[in-house]
């Protein structure tokens, strides 16, 4: 009867979170090109997959639609998603949104697990619901769920080896922690900064085979199992970032960040400038200010309530705390510009909340004050999650900005760029283009681009013809610079903003 009444809770939840998606209006946002806040990085991500598919499905030779480096291979994470993605285009066609469903499915998975993780230390279905709820209470978030960068998936696959790790921990049965460590190791594969979560683990379980004595036999019977699924973990993601490494040596690509961008590294200005961008940019976007202040007041209470709480949790929350200050000052110039940076910080997030409601539950109350708690928690949560809806739709609402301007301007006149026939393996310009491969990824085809009007010369376009350009795509309405492409090269379309010229 028991596990009839959790299958219904657990349907429920899927179910729920079908719910929201249609709540946060993912419905409208599902079909809508890259567009709106980091631009660049979702035409980066996009354009990875696409270059698989129409230059053929080399796992290990990616790369990208801009020529900055030898025939634009580059690598940055594990591209196993992008792989993949490829070959549903060889099913469904050339479709953006099947990278957004993609990263939003491992997403909804991961995010499944952090239910079943909360009713599994908490024992209560109430806040196995809100705790993951919760989370939504993040514009960030809830923006980067359904888009194309990889981040939102190595936060889904690092919540899914979280619930595993305490399944084992729980069941003892090594196969939860082999699965944990799996998707431990595809996330950090995604992105190394989420090695946070499984090195917590093995700090614990450093701090238990040499501070604790252990009585249990499983304990020790599992000691080289362990370390031989960590060294796994470690050495794949080590392997793979040497790889990056090389690979992108030997290709001059120097486009991705593989090197941290420290603390220490700027001066007193320098720290001040990032700071300000953290609490006057993205402080409402980390979290809804209700939300923000809820939970520190739960930090709080957890604090004072420490000795009532499970030691193991508490430790492992401790080199969790550790690893993401740790990596906070690493990457600390990032959170300038960044807020997806802060999607790392989410599984600390729902470590605060699991010990608060734990140290909640072990006050000696009335089950009407319990109810209270519960309901003002149901308030705060409905709140935040209301707030991060509307400011997600005002990110989109705001789409076609300085960055993202120039896929508008294609998108609109692919018809017109379609008629023309360009041979797949003519190298073009697009200019101006922000981005790096943004207007290149609308075209489908190699080149180069160039940032700024002001750049527009008879001496870079010589530059690039000698490279072997063969055509440029204006994507302004400037008549200077329209006559500088009829001297350069033929006028072959011309639509509203955009001009294409033939070398």
Sequence with gaps: MKLKSNRIVQISFAISLIGLFFFFNFQFYLFLQPQGIHFIRQTDSLSFASTYYHNGFDFFHPSLYNLMSTDGKAACEFPLIYYFVSLLYCIFGEKDYLLKIVNFLIFSIGIFHVFKLTFLLLKDYFYAFIVPLFLFSSVSLLYYSFNFLPDIAALGLSFSGWYFYF??????????????????????LLKITYLINPLSIFGLFLVELFFIKKKNANFHLFNRKIVILFLFLLGSVVAWN?????YNSIYSSTYFTTSPMPYWSLDEMGKSIVFEGILSEWYKKYLAQTSFHFLILLFV??????????????????????????YFLLFFIQFRHHDYYFLIFSPLVVFILILGIQAIQRIEMK???????????????????NYSRIKVGERYQKGNDLHSKVGFVLKKNMKMIADLNIPTNSKVIIAPDLSINGGLYFVKRKGWTIRLKEEITHKIITEFKAKGSNYLFLTVNDSSLIQLGMKEGRLIAQKGKLSIFKF
Excluded: D, H, P, W
Aim: proline share 0%; with cysteine.
């Design 167 to 188: 399944k084992f921990k729980e069941e003892k049965e090594f196969k939860n922690l082999k699965i944990s460590f799996l998707f431990f190791t595809f996330s950090s």
């Design 301 to 326: 209470f957890t604090l004072f309530s420490i000795r009532k709480l499970n030691k193991y949790l508490l430790i492992l929350f401790s080199f969790l705390v550790v690893g993401s200050l740790c």
């Design 367 to 385: 089950s009407a004050f319990q109810l209270i708690i519960k309901a003002a928690f149901l308030i705060i949560v409905l709140s935040g999650m």
């Design 242 to 246: 040497l790889y990056v490494i090389y």
